[in-house]
């Protein structure tokens, strides 16, 4: 399997530097390059870089005003920021790391010394970002996990509330699952989480191993007959393979409203324990 390389960004007016940083990385890399401060920010926020390797002398702007730019934006807000410096100045490496930078590097430094800097900051990126996919997945199924489920709930709940929009849950599960072995259990979870999967259309539906035999999909910006037809194609997508029981409730918060994201999913389970007693 092909990994995919990490783009690095290079904040760079100088053509030459840029070519000798790009040549000194190597292969291994994508690199984007921007000419001045403007044009770092949009691609920054544009493309969102695994690393960025900023000039403190822009054109337009300092490298700090850059970096205070960057670090106030949600979307690059948590990209690392190597500062890149003609001269060795305390002063300016002490402003760069309390501006939120994660290095300092002049340019007189051996080749060796940057390209291994580099390497190291990225490979930080790289175990943060497997960390990251480790607790949001359910590494069985590759569905999202209950806690990621939640937090996304909490989220699209008040993206609802504030446009009131409608927002859809489905609870669905295996039916008598404890009286399969494992290893049959195992290949029903998995094909009911491609089945589900297969059947979401929208970047913004998601589904989640809720429980042990249990999955949810959160359905922003859907009516209940929207979910109610979701609800039907993955039935028929897994029609005698298994039996399953599904519970399905749509609202539209209001800023009034003593209901909470909790209770939603509380009574759209409630409603999944009926379905799944008329099916016992």
Not at 38 to 58: C, F, G, H, N, Q
Not at 125 to 135: H, T, Y
Not at 235 to 255: F, L, N, R
Not at 259 to 274: D, G, K, M, N, P
Request: charged share 30%; with cysteine.
């Amino acid at each position: 399997m092909k990994k995919n390389k990490n783009t690095i960004l290079i904040a760079e007016s100088e053509a030459d530097h840029f070519s000798l940083l790009e040549k000194l990385l190597g292969k291994e890399y994508t690199f984007l390059r921007a000419e001045d401060g403007a044009r770092t920010k949009d691609i920054a926020k544009e493309l969102s870089p695994d690393l960025i390797i900023l000039d403190v002398t822009m054109p337009d702007m300092s490298g700090f005003d850059i970096i205070s730019s960057l670090k106030a934006m949600e979307t690059t807000c948590e990209i690392p920021i190597i500062l890149l410096s003609d001269v060795n100045s305390t002063k300016e490496e002490e402003k760069g790391f309390s501006l939120g930078a994660v290095d300092y590097i002049q340019k007189s430094l051996p080749a060796m010394i940057v390209k291994s800097r580099v390497k190291n900051h990225m490979d930080s990126v790289n175990q943060k970002r497997l960390l990251e996919k480790v607790n949001i997945f359910d590494t069985f199924t590759g569905t999202y996990n209950g806690n990621f489920l939640k937090t996304r709930l909490s989220q699209e709940w008040r993206r609802s509330m504030r446009d009131g929009m409608p927002l859809s849950i489905m609870l669905i599960g295996i039916d008598d699952f404890q009286e399969y072995d494992e290893e049959t259990g195992g290949l029903l979870l998995q094909g009911v989480a491609e089945a589900i999967t297969a059947n979401l259309k929208r970047p913004m539906d998601i589904v989640a191993r809720l429980d042990e035999e249990v999955f949810a999909v959160l359905m922003p910006n859907t009516p209940a007959y929207g979910a109610e037809v979701l609800a039907e194609n993955i039935c028929k997508a897994i029609e005698g393979t298994v039996g399953v029981s599904i519970g399905i409730d749509s609202i539209i918060p209001e800023m009034d409203n003593t209901s909470s994201h909790e209770a939603f999913l509380h009574r759209t389970r409630i409603a999944y324990e009926h379905d799944k007693k008329g099916n016992g």
